[in-house]
């Protein structure tokens, strides 16, 4: 099935990141922020996804990593002012979802959303 993307209204961002970080359960993302400035770079590769979130008070996307043998959520990848949020689904596994947030400094911050490998059965 191809993916189908769809631009999220910026008056439901909060609300529908919240109920998204708790329906995907246990996944990893890896973030690369693209601009005219920095080209594109990986900032952080299959960690696990411990949340999404908008804070419309102080206008900033929250990405809550989980990198391996520190404390949960110990590494947060901030979006300042976004302007834009895109998300594509319907992936072919094991991809998820793609979640593409565009900023005020014309940067993109994508997301890749993956479930982990199953763990071999005995």
Same mark, same amino acid.
């Given at each position: 099935?191809?993916?189908?993307t769809?631009?999220?209204?910026?008056?439901?961002?909060?609300?529908?990141?919240d109920?998204l970080?708790?329906?995907?359960?246990?996944? =990893?993302?890896?973030v690369?922020v693209?601009?005219?400035?920095?080209?594109?770079?990986? /900032? $952080?590769?299959r !960690? &696990?996804? @411990?949340?999404?979130?908008?804070?419309?008070?102080?206008?900033v996307?929250?990405?809550?990593?989980?990198?391996?043998?520190?404390?949960?959520?110990?590494? =947060?990848?901030?979006?300042?002012?976004?302007?834009?949020?895109?998300?594509a689904?319907? /992936? $072919?596994?094991? !991809? &998820?979802? @793609?979640?593409?947030?565009?900023?005020?400094?014309?940067?993109?911050?994508?997301?890749r959303?993956?479930?982990?490998?199953?763990?071999?059965?005995?």
């Open positions: 099935m191809p993916p189908t769809q631009e999220i209204p910026r008056d439901t961002w909060r609300t529908y990141f109920e970080s708790k329906t995907l359960g246990t996944v =990893e993302a890896t690369e693209v601009g005219p400035d920095v080209g594109a770079q990986i /900032e $952080a590769e !960690l &696990v996804l @411990t949340g999404l979130t908008y804070d419309d008070r102080d206008d996307f929250v990405i809550g990593l989980d990198a391996p043998g520190g404390p949960p959520e110990d590494l =947060e990848r901030m979006v300042d002012h976004p302007r834009k949020i895109l998300v689904t319907g /992936e $072919a596994p094991p !991809l &998820v979802m @793609t979640i593409d947030i565009h900023d005020a400094d014309e940067h993109q911050t994508i997301v959303v993956v479930r982990p490998p199953a763990l071999p059965s005995e």
